[in-house]
């Protein structure tokens, strides 16, 4: 798969998380059924959300970045990459109505790294 492809889809998933986490956490009349969803959406499923969409993250990432001769070195680099951009997105939540960021969430986007490196271990 080119890497323009990869990464387009790397980028794809990340668009997709953003557009996720910055939908305020009280749905209004009037608004769209994806924030209706996201807004419903039980504590238990948002978690388990956490951990498979950091470790999905990455995967991707380390796919992505397989031009990297260090097969070591592309792992950390994916792993910082998803780790950053999740204590990213739950900075900003602090700033968007009704979300708030916790440390349990980044505990869970970093497990769930976790869990993509042993993914990309495995898998790639």
Do not use: C
């Not at 953003?18 to 996201?38: C, H, T, W, Y």
């Not at 948002?46 to 031009?67: D, I, P, V």
């Not at 900003?92 to 916790?102: H, K, L, N």
């Amino acid at each position: 798969v080119p890497i323009v492809a990869r990464a387009a889809a790397t980028l794809l998933l990340m668009t997709v998380l953003v557009v996720a986490s910055i939908v305020p956490g009280r749905a209004q009349p009037g608004d769209s059924f994806f924030v209706f969803v996201v807004a419903k959406t039980p504590t238990l499923v948002q978690k388990l959300l956490h951990l498979s969409m950091y470790a999905l993250l990455t995967l991707m990432w380390a796919w992505t970045l397989e031009a990297i001769q260090s097969r070591s070195a592309r792992l950390l680099i994916a792993a910082v990459i998803a780790v950053m951009f999740g204590v990213s997105l739950e900075w900003y939540q602090t700033r968007v109505p009704g979300r708030f960021g916790t440390i349990v969430d980044v505990a869970l986007n970093a497990a769930g790294a976790a869990l993509g490196l042993v993914a990309a271990i495995l898998l790639l």
